[in-house]
């Protein structure tokens, strides 16, 4: 198993220690729903757009498994993120990985915004650098000999507009180019600070950067850097540094565990990535002073921080993630998990943005003495599960042939707008689209501080707005929502909630009952079948849950992770064969929480 794989076996099992629910609230009207909007969003809405008549710039990277390849990568990435700043110039292409051609190929065609962009190639880094002309205004070196600086070189690039570049290509290259040397980082992190060069590495980016109010406080990036990943021209958190260097956003690569010294850097005192993590946390906190929330975007290296084949740790890998999220969340951060392989956000969030409109057809049904059964595809909530797993799932010749909620965050509306649209687009009327963990971006809501609150829900009603949602169907945290929470969520998802309570730190969390509070129904969501592939394995999983709970009429709603439309479709063909006993219809989630919530009201249920 590689890093990849094992970071989308952390995803796929990060909601599996038991049921979940499901809020639906009402949205605020549009205009109100502006105020306090992160300029990021405005100039997305206005749309930034280049003139059709300028050339789309691409630029074809390697990608062969080599440090070159690395070190070409975080070149490319720190130009592409300057020159994309003001408009969208530069595509980058892979000669290894197809996914952005898919997309390049989709959005040129059918009207949609990227067809009249004439296309010119770049065949080498010279011509990308000409390109930049002065927008770039010199390099920065970065040190392998301490990994962490991969890091605060991008942080660098993208305060100073500067060009990320490892000794190597700083020989090659930097006479040819006549650009200057703004910092060169090599020697100049030993450890004296802190005892550990990469501490030292991140707290001076601290001061000099973040602390100063250089970077952004409405995205940090959680990026591994050089340790394990450069020496095998790993680039899947290379490629997404444009994104870092468009919004010069602090990046960083720390462990969230204070109790056991990460994989990097095994000698450094015990706990002190975490204080510098909280650091970093708490600086961003006072710099966006509660007008903005906090999108942290990337994963935790798995091969440092937590249990792997190759390495031993008292912590595995979904509690690391459920770490994470707890140490974020009283920071107003709210995390886009696995974000590695995701080419071109620097350009794709240029595209504009209108709000969206849902297809699902509210279907015309009675409360009846049966079961009713909803089914989530869940789990893309990230940018790499959007941009790379969803187009191949959609492409299945069973949708629109059953009623499905697609879960998709709309906090990713900030950057791949372009995608989410064309999902829209191309939906059937039995396509629904709910909001996945936890609402607009994966968070502890029990976590908010309670002055947050009144932010917290501007923000989800920003995004639900926008995307036309009324469902959080995957909320997750460590006790059931407070009574503050679910009047929160009441605010912007009022249609249902569900929640997936995991009881990390032992304080006695429990799953909510199923209820209506003050008009929005509350459901678990039935988790079992998130880790089953095969139509077998979900009939039988929903048949157990079925026959276990024995009510009429009763209310099912089933998880499931990165399966095709025709998965589901067999599994409800084995159901119905293996148990033509039970009576149930398949709902889509607005019908299927309306009937919860109709046979539920009046039978001492809250409704207050």
Known sequence: M?????????????????????????SSPWIAVLVGLPTVLFSA?????????????????????????????????????????????????????SRPEYWLDLLSRDGRWLEPRKRKRLPDLEALVKLAGKRVKGAVIWDPAVPATANVATTFAGVNDAVVLSPEFASRYLAQWHLPVLKDLRGMFTGAETGSTKNDAYRWAIREFLGKGLCSSHRLCLFEDSFATRAQGDTGYVVTRDWAVENRSFVFDISPWGDETPGDDPGQRLGLDLETYNMILGETLRQAAGKQMTEVAGFFAL????????????????????????????????????????????????APRHPLKQRDVAQPVTLENKIYICVFMSDYDSAQALYNFLPDHWADPGRGKIPLAWGINPNLLETYPD??????????????????????????????????????????????????????????????????????????????????????????????????WKGMPILPLLNDACNSTGSGEIADVMANAILRHNVLPGFYLFRTMWVDPTTVIDSVAILRRKHPELKFQVLAPRAFFGLFKESNQGRGTITR
């Open 2 to 26: 590689n890093v990849m794989q094992a970071k989308a076996c952390v995803i796929a099992g990060k909601r599996n220690n038991g049921p979940q629910m499901h809020i639906r609230a009402k």
């Open 45 to 97: 809405l206005s749309g930034s757009a280049a003139p059709a008549g300028k050339y789309l710039y691409t630029y074809t990277l390697k990608q062969d498994g080599t440090p070159a390849s690395y070190d070409e990568g975080m070149a490319v990435a720190s130009l592409q993120g300057i020159i994309n700043r003001a408009s969208p110039e530069v595509y980058v292409l892979s000669e290894t990985n």
């Open 303 to 350: 091969s440092k921080y937590s249990e792997m084949p190759d390495r031993k740790s008292i912590h595995k890998g979904v509690p690391t993630e459920w770490e994470s999220i707890w140490l974020m969340t009283p920071y107003n951060c709210y995390q886009n998990t696995i974000a590695s392989e995701c080419f071109n956000q620097s350009l794709h969030s240029h």
């Open 419 to 516: 995608l989410i649209a064309y999902f829209y687009s191309t939906a059937s009327p039995e396509d629904s689209f709910t909001a996945d963990a936890s609402a607009a971006g994966y968070t502890n809501p029990n976590r908010v501080r309670k002055e947050y609150l009144p932010l917290f829900v501007r923000h989800n009603q920003q995004f639900f707005h926008e995307a036309d949602m009324t469902i959080a169907p995957m909320v997750l945290d460590q006790d059931q929502p407070s009574a503050d929470v679910k009047d929160a969520f009441a605010q912007f998802a009022p249609d249902g909630f569900a929640t997936i309570v995991d009881d990390q730190h032992g304080r006695g969390g429990k799953f909510p009952k199923p209820q209506v």
